[in-house]
């Protein structure tokens, strides 16, 4: 690991300005993606900012009947919240389908947005990879790419996002809250907040330099059965390669957003519409520009399948 | 000039080989630029944390995890390191009394924690409940991982006490019961390669059981 300095941030916007101005500063919050990334030198920051002491811990809520989530929450601490069981069940149970115990008493709520690929391309520092070295090239597109993304991919990147927690945030329309370095904050939808690979795969997410995420909102509660299903290579503690994230209501209307197929949780709000129809009409509108490898053209109909798994299950109550 | 200089040992003759295999076999564009970065000296930060109950005030290098510090600076070898990227759960410890990996958070980051490790639970003239548990079940082999299965499982039996759901739980809204299914998801952050999974589970049943 290359040697950096280290401070303890005191304020957010002091955290944010601090970020700003010194050259190649990275936030540390849980730590447990980016110091890993750190010791195999994909990440290779000269100094972090730890965030951990600020007071951006607790879930509280908002006026207009939703919550307001701190970036500093720990996952296994969302996870447990009893107003988080009772009206977002759907991010509980995405929150605990992903990492171990260990890892989500660490991971925070806005470090788990902000997690970097699980690409093995993007973590081989022998190999090219436009995401970690703009300009390199792709070797996961000619390589192994079982796992990697189908849909919004492009000549550049077939990445996924790793997060699950993201893609109930995504059903669920939360919107980050951040600091600037000059101290403005801003509300960011996290349907305008992650970006597609495109030419530019290094850049994930619409954060300006030096910006901090503060809070992650939910809107107020929206009923209906609240399902995430993951699929995955074995029963716990492993990535997926098709999740599902919905909120069904009782008409068979709803809304979802997929995991484990693209550069962002995939949400196509045009093929909610037809959620009454049944998964293979909502399946072919989500993948509708698909453009998979040999390797991961399964996760194509996987994704029909796990649709009919969570509207099956929805039905059920 | 000393002969010797020029001399070029079997074994150096191996490294140089190698050395010059892997530039030729390197293709260009993951070359890194030399830049003075490379040589930045190391940093140094104090920490100061409680340790199974004695203090302990450190100057590290900010590199180094809470990992490293147990074990090479404070000589608590009990914490072990198995793949140091959070995938293995050897390492895991109680810091204020939740479990982590501890290979994968900077010692620096944990001013004042209260860290607890398996030679903090028990010793052998007087072991942890959780301790004796695997002991009586017969729930390791080799032993490499245990220091981190039992560290996890005293923070799994505390996270069902505090209403903390998982994966398994069938009803969400509802507490989760002490089921072998619920143990073996909570536990799944730790790697046994001897396979002694089912004792463990053991071991864990029974502890829950006398605790409840």
């Known amino acids: 690991m290359k040697p950096f300095t280290y401070e303890r941030a005191t304020s957010p916007a002091q955290a944010a300005a601090a970020a700003a ?58 996870a447990a919240d009893r107003r988080v069981r009772k009206d977002y069940a759907l991010l509980s149970r995405a929150l605990l389908a992903g990492a171990s115990g260990q890892l989500r008493n660490k991971a925070t709520t806005a470090g788990n947005l902000l997690q970097r690929t699980r690409c093995p391309y993007f973590y081989d520092t022998h190999q090219a990879c436009n995401k970690r070295l703009p300009g390199s090239g792709c070797a996961a597109l000619g390589g192994f790419s079982r796992s990697l993304g189908i849909v919004g991919v492009s000549k550049a990147c077939i990445a996924t996002h790793p997060s699950d927690m993201a893609v109930a945030m995504r059903a669920l329309d939360a919107i980050a809250e951040t600091v600037k370095p000059d101290g403005a904050t801003r509300r960011i939808p996290l349907a305008d907040f992650y970006t597609l690979p495109g030419n530019t795969p290094h850049i994930e997410n619409t954060l300006t330099p030096g910006e901090l995420i503060t809070a992650v909102t939910l809107p107020r509660p929206l009923g209906g059965t609240h399902l995430y299903h993951k699929v995955r290579d074995r029963a716990s503690y492993a990535f997926a390669p098709v999740s599902v994230a ?51 053209a399964m996760k194509v109909p996987l994704v029909e399948r796990t649709l009919a798994a969570v509207l099956a299950q929805a039905k059920e109550g | 000039m000393d002969t010797n200089d020029l001399r070029v040992s079997r074994r150096g003759f191996l ?14 564009f993951i ?14 930060a104090k920490v100061s944390l409680e340790v199974n109950g004695a203090p302990q005030a450190l100057v590290l290098d900010t590199r180094t995890t809470l990992l490293d510090a147990l074990r090479e600076h404070m000589h608590l070898t009990g914490t072990k390191k198995g793949c140091d990227h959070g995938q293995c759960g050897a390492c895991t410890v109680l810091v204020d009394g939740r479990r982590i990996n501890s290979c994968l958070t900077l010692a620096v980051m944990h001013e004042g924690a209260k860290i607890t490790t398996i030679e903090g639970l028990g010793t052998p003239e007087r072991m942890h409940p959780m301790q004796a ?23 799994t039996l505390d996270e069902i006490r505090r209403d903390v759901p998982s994966h398994v739980t069938a009803d969400i809204q509802a507490r989760a019961s002490l089921t072998r299914d619920e143990l073996r998801e909570r536990m799944s952050g730790n790697l046994c390669r001897c396979g002694a999974y089912s004792n463990i589970v053991e071991a864990i049943t029974e502890v829950a059981g006398a605790g409840a």
């Open chain 1, 21 to 78: 101005r010194t050259r190649n500063a990275k936030f540390i919050a849980g730590g447990t993606n980016l110091l890993d990334l750190m010791k195999i030198g994909v990440e290779e920051p000269d100094h972090l900012i730890d965030v951990n002491g600020l007071d951006l811990d607790t879930v509280s809520p908002t006026d207009d009947g939703g919550l307001r989530i701190g970036a500093l929450v720990r996952n296994t601490d969302l």
């Open chain 1, 246 to 296: 919905a909120v069904v209501q009782k008409d068979g209307t709803g809304r979802l957003a997929v995991g484990g197929v693209a550069h962002v949780p995939w949400r196509v709000e045009a093929a909610e519409a037809a959620l009454p129809q049944g998964a293979r009409a909502v399946s072919a509108r989500l993948l509708a520009d698909a453009q998979p490898t040999a390797q991961n």
């Open chain 2, 15 to 28: 490294k140089l080989s190698a050395a010059s295999a892997t530039l030729a076999a390197a293709p260009p």
């Open chain 2, 31 to 44: 070359a890194r630029a030399a830049t003075t970065d490379d040589e930045r000296a190391p940093v140094t």
């Open chain 2, 133 to 155: 548990a695997f002991v009586k079940h017969d729930g390791y082999q080799c032993g490499y991982c245990t220091p981190g299965q039992i560290c996890s499982a005293v923070g």
